[in-house]
């Protein structure tokens, strides 16, 4: 007998046989397997949206704001009730030899209304060459209408849903909303922006106009943040020391008002917060793995008690120990094998479901199929199963062949 032949067709008897104690045993392995797919595959899609937005704003970049902005993971948008940035600070920034470009927006609350109806957002300004290189990062894309002028004062672009999706009418292009009492006219929309990261508004939902527009709703222009380009990738560091000097020069020695964050920083703060995550959930998820091991143990024991005849022809035609040990070891396995199977399509097809909401929604996610997952999944539940099944497998390998020809008796 050769137990890599004949362990499967026992296997598959075997679950066929037991009808709904096999469905039982394999729907614990495939819900804890599933639920393992299902949330690595979106942290993963998660963090690789988010690779993809940092690296249009280039390796590059650094971004300067008040302490814990950037390094908060909360998407409530920037705080506009602390110290501001002053023009001669910026200036000084912006003097720095290695530094490329500074954009510098005011941000502020605001009160928008549309027909009947009020909602809150937030105001961006910028100058129509800062827009540009908003543009530039990825962060600001019209989907219609034109770009921002220097003539313009009382003309804004405004983000996809609120466009869209916010009120009972859609916004249209020419189309006049006032913000904070005052009309505006919509002169662009701008392309649906997927989130996934804090520390700066959610486009879709922001109103972007220009500084001499803002200065004619808020009286206070300083921006509270700024997004810095270097020349190269290799004046990163450079230039983040030479910002940290100069606030320390405004603001004191070991001055915990700003702070510089390049990308890749925010990058690593935003990998270890979903590894963080993700370990703890499928940490809950293992639990109902941990659940269908139980199931396989129970079914293994059964199975053994069941085929005490079986196994004693099998001693009594000269098969080992080990060999038996091998043969109901495998059956577990292959028992774990279709279980994680089932989850891996059920997980994928939950992680893709989730991620086309969560798109349709505003929210940055990339599901893609994971080779190395699928593997080590599929691995895990056979290796489940293989633990599960060692007490049982035991079991039958050391039955005196006598005592196990004579049955159940």
Do not use: C, W
């Amino acid at each position: 007998m050769n137990p890599l032949y004949e362990a499967p067709s026992f296997a598959f008897r075997n679950l066929t046989h037991q009808g709904l104690r096999s469905f039982l045993t394999l729907l614990g392995v495939v819900i804890g397997i599933a639920a393992i797919v299902t949330l690595f595959s979106l942290g993963s899609g998660l963090n690789n949206a988010a690779q993809e937005q940092f690296e249009q704003l280039g390796s590059n970049s650094l971004f300067i704001g008040l302490s814990g902005q950037f390094s908060q993971s909360s998407g409530g948008g920037p705080v506009t009730n602390y110290k501001t940035l002053s023009e001669s600070t910026i200036d000084k920034i912006k003097s720095i030899p290695e530094v490329e470009v500074v954009l510098a927006p005011v941000v502020a609350p605001m009160n928008l209304e549309f027909g009947r109806e009020t909602m809150a957002g937030v105001f961006i300004a910028t100058t129509p060459e800062e827009a540009k290189e908003f543009a530039n990062t990825g962060f600001l894309e019209l989907d219609e209408g034109r770009d921002l002028e220097n003539r313009d004062v009382f003309s804004v672009i405004i983000g996809h849903v609120l466009a869209y999706d916010t009120f009972d009418k859609q916004i249209r292009l020419g189309d006049k909303i006032k913000i904070e009492g005052k009309s505006f006219k919509v002169i662009g929309i701008a392309k649906e922006n997927a989130q996934s990261f804090g520390g700066g508004p959610n486009v879709n939902t922001t109103v972007f106009g220009t500084k001499k527009g803002f200065n004619q709703l808020f009286t206070e222009v300083d921006p509270v943040f700024l997004l810095v380009k270097t020349q190269t990738k290799d004046d990163v560091e450079t230039v983040k020391r030479k910002v940290d000097r100069i606030f320390e020069s405004v603001y004191g020695r070991d001055q915990k008002v700003y702070e510089v964050t390049t990308s890749e920083q925010l990058l690593a703060q935003l990998g270890q917060f979903l590894a963080i995550i993700q370990l703890v959930l499928v940490g809950i998820a293992s639990i109902s793995l941990l659940v269908g091991g139980i199931g396989i143990m129970n079914t293994m024991i059964m199975s053994v008690l069941e085929r005490t005849s079986e196994i004693g022809v099998m001693k009594a035609v000269g098969a080992t120990n080990t060999l038996v040990l091998t043969v109901f070891l495998a059956e577990a396995a292959f028992i774990g094998l279709v279980g994680g199977v089932f989850g891996v399509i059920i997980g994928y097809a939950l992680a893709f479901l989730v991620g086309a909401i969560s798109v349709s929604s505003g929210l940055a996610l990339k599901v893609e199929i994971d080779v190395g997952l699928i593997i080590g999944a599929l691995l895990f539940a056979m290796i489940v199963g293989m633990l599960s099944g060692l007490v049982p497998a035991r079991r039958a390998a050391l039955m005196d062949p006598v005592v196990a020809l004579r049955g159940n008796e």
